[in-house]
């Protein structure tokens, strides 16, 4: 049997590890929607279409169609896979970087609103 002290100790040192494991957890997870929403309408949605379908204003007259993020090709992907491709763009192609005037929070909350938009129906 351990002492009355150290057993606390134990007891202590046990919470404040999980109360530490949550809050690391907390600032990594939930990416604002909202705000990923807006950037998303300001940003992509010319090319990506307003609710992800790959048919914005712009698209027909690309020489690359626009993702649509409801395929299967593009739903697949992982989240970092698809950071990357917001984050440096793709050669050839009118998806351009967008390091540089989105900060990395904000790629962060559109790739999730992306994500929300890949959920749902037309
Ligand atoms: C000028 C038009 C245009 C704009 C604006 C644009 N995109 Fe794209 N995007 C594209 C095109 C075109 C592709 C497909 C490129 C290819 O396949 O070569 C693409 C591809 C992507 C992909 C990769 C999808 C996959 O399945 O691999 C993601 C993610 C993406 N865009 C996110 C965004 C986000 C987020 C924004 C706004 C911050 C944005 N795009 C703005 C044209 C655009």
């Known amino acids: ?4 002290t150290s057993r606390t100790l134990v007891f202590a040192a046990g919470v404040s590890l999980l109360l ?3 809050s ?3 600032q990594d997870l939930p990416a604002d929607l909202p705000r990923g929403k807006a950037l998303y309408q300001n940003h992509c949605a010319s090319c990506h279409g307003q609710t992800g379908w790959g ?4 698209a027909a007259s690309l020489r ?5 993020f409801h395929l299967f090709r593009s739903f697949l992907k992982s989240d970092e896979e698809l950071l990357r491709t917001i984050e440096h763009g793709i050669v050839f ?5 967008w390091t540089g ?3 990395e ?7 999730a609103y992306v994500r929300l938009l890949s959920q749902q129906g037309k």
């Open 1 to 4: 049997m351990m002492p009355k």
């Open 101 to 103: 005037s989105l900060t």
């Open 20 to 22: 530490c494991t949550l």
């Open 55 to 58: 048919d914005g204003p712009t």
């Open 105 to 111: 929070g904000q790629m962060i909350d559109v790739l």
């Open 93 to 97: 192609s009118p998806m351009h970087a």
């Open 64 to 68: 690359v169609a626009p993702a649509n």
């Open 24 to 26: 690391v957890a907390a």
